[in-house]
């Protein structure tokens, strides 16, 4: 979906380096979400936000961290990154107003390679 | 762990419906069934949720049972670029954290 954008693409860096992915969305959309995805395994989620002011942990958040700088940014940072934290990271985006339904709208995901 | 379960995989001649099952036996009454899908490594596509009524849309339909514990989403006439994981889930956590399990891997046919 164009509307959520995802920067870098793809990355390869090295143990112990500092790594920051960044999410754009146009939607209008308050909720913001960050998932990893393994090889072969369904999505899992590292950490959500509800609005500008809220972060909330998801299910693997450890060795990670997330800022979110406006309503339309949402940035997942690896403050020393590992080789197991090799992944595909998708950002989506979600609006509390939709009427009682939640649906999450994807970006089209950054590959990092942790060597 | 997701509150679903769905086949591993599945075949669908090109043409022909494709009917993918779900179980969710522990769903509450206010609770949603979403369909994704996912091409490749590409970003999750949002398909089809519904909570009790049969739904209907330009991508899909979704039969739920009348005792909500599972259903199934009917692609109508499958292509080849219908090929892909489809994943059923009922977000837990008041609707707030979508669960994706291993999903259906679905490969039509030519």
């Known amino acids: 979906d164009a509307d959520v954008t995802q920067t870098p693409r793809n990355r390869i860096t090295k143990t112990g380096k500092r790594i920051m992915l960044e999410c754009s969305q146009t939607?209008?959309?308050?909720?913001m979400y960050w998932y990893r995805q393994d090889p072969g395994l369904g999505l899992r989620l590292i950490y959500y936000?509800?609005?500008?002011?809220?972060?909330n942990k998801g299910e693997i958040s450890d060795g990670y961290s997330v800022s979110r700088q406006a309503q339309a940014k949402f940035s997942l940072s690896l403050e020393s990154a590992i080789p197991n934290q090799t992944a595909l990271y998708f950002c989506?985006?979600?609006?509390?107003?939709?009427?009682?339904?939640?649906?999450?709208?994807f970006g089209p995901g950054t590959r990092l390679t942790v060597l | 762990d997701a509150k679903t379960t769905q086949p591993t995989s599945m075949d669908c001649a090109e043409g022909r419906a494709a009917n993918l099952p779900c179980n969710h036996s522990?769903?509450?009454?206010?609770?949603?069934v979403y369909w994704y899908r996912q091409i490749h490594s590409q970003g999750p596509q949002y398909i089809i949720h519904?909570?009790?009524n049969n739904e209907t849309n330009e991508m899909a339909s979704l039969i739920i049972t009348e005792d909500r514990k599972s259903s199934t989403l009917i692609l109508p006439h499958a292509t080849l670029r219908d090929t892909a994981v489809y994943y059923c889930?009922?977000?837990?956590?008041?609707?707030?954290?979508?669960?994706f399990g291993p999903g259906t891997r679905l490969s039509v046919l030519p």
């Open positions: 989506a985006t979600s609006d509390s107003a939709d009427r009682g339904t939640d649906t999450q709208y």
């Open positions: 939607k209008g959309h308050d909720r």
């Open positions: 936000s509800f609005d500008v002011k809220d972060i």
């Open positions: 522990t769903i509450s009454g206010n609770e949603y």
């Open positions: 519904g909570l009790k």
């Open positions: 889930i009922v977000p837990e956590d008041y609707g707030q954290n979508f669960v």
